[in-house]
T-cell receptor
Framework: DAGVTQSPTHLIKTRGQHVTLRCSPI?????VSWYQQVLGQGPQFIFQ???????GRGNFPDRFSARQFPNYSSELNVNALLLGDSALYLC????????????????FGEGSWLTVV | RKEVEQDPGPFNVPEGATVAFNCTYS??????FFWYRQDCRKEPKLLMS???SGNEDGRFTAQLNRASQYISLLIRDSKLSDSATYLC???????????FGSGTRLQVQP
């Protein structure tokens, strides 16, 4: 079975540009979450989507947005890129809404490495 | 103050050693607790969930003390393959999010 798939794996953007990152969850999983991991830090929560609705939002500016499609795949969009947006962007997949408690294990994709220059 | 705090390390230990990692969390309403392992430039992978009763998986033992808001991970008989960053993670049901510590780096040496 395919795991969580993310694309692109690596990309370089210029300050002020826009980026779209994509994620396909594990088959049968209806929830997708996005995390940002800056070098030397743990991942930080950005959004959770379940059944196409936003169910949770972290402390990120409005330049960050996301959506979930009927097939449960998701996009993360970041506008007006800053140097500080350079990070590994991780997508996490779960069956339902939740935080990894019993029966709802969270699986991460390999991530998208974004470099802003 | 960070919501989840860990000693960043690095912990440099010889093969066969026992090593312990600790972490504290600030949100007393947290409901779920985990240790994740992250290899260099890879995604985090669940190592084990942590329960108040304590739990063991082979060479790994995790403990949770809710009163002290403290989580621990013990690795016995360290292997070279245990070299990685270990992330202490707390689930926040209200925000529907995981909160990660910054990680503790372990380097097991031959």
């Amino acid at each position: 079975d395919a795991g969580v798939t993310q694309s692109p794996t690596h990309l370089i953007k210029t300050r002020g540009q826009h980026v779209t990152l994509r994620c396909s969850p594990i088959s049968g999983h209806k929830s997708v979450s996005w995390y940002q991991q800056v070098l030397g830090q743990g991942p930080q929560f950005i959004f959770q989507y379940y059944e196409k609705e936003e169910r949770g939002r972290g402390n990120f500016p409005d330049r960050f947005s996301a959506r979930q499609f009927p097939n449960y795949s998701s996009e993360l969009n970041v506008n007006a890129l800053l140097l500080g947006d350079s990070a590994l962007y991780l997508c996490a997949s779960t069956k339902g809404v939740g935080t990894g408690d019993s029966g709802n294990t969270i699986y991460f994709g390999e991530g998208s490495w974004l470099t802003v220059v | 103050r960070k919501e989840v705090e860990q000693d960043p390390g690095p912990f440099n230990v010889p093969e066969g050693a026992t090593v312990a990692f600790n972490c504290t969390y600030s949100n007393s309403a947290s409901q779920s607790f985990f240790w994740y392992r992250q290899d260099c430039r890879k995604e985090p992978k669940l190592l084990m969930s942590v329960y108040s009763s304590g739990n063991e998986d082979g060479r790994f033992t995790a403990q949770l003390n809710r009163a002290s808001q403290y989580i621990s991970l013990l690795i016995r008989d360290s292997k070279l393959s245990d070299s990685a960053t270990y992330l202490c993670v707390v689930g926040d049901t209200g925000r529907r999010a995981l909160t990660f510590g910054s990680g503790t780096r372990l380097q097991v040496q031959p």
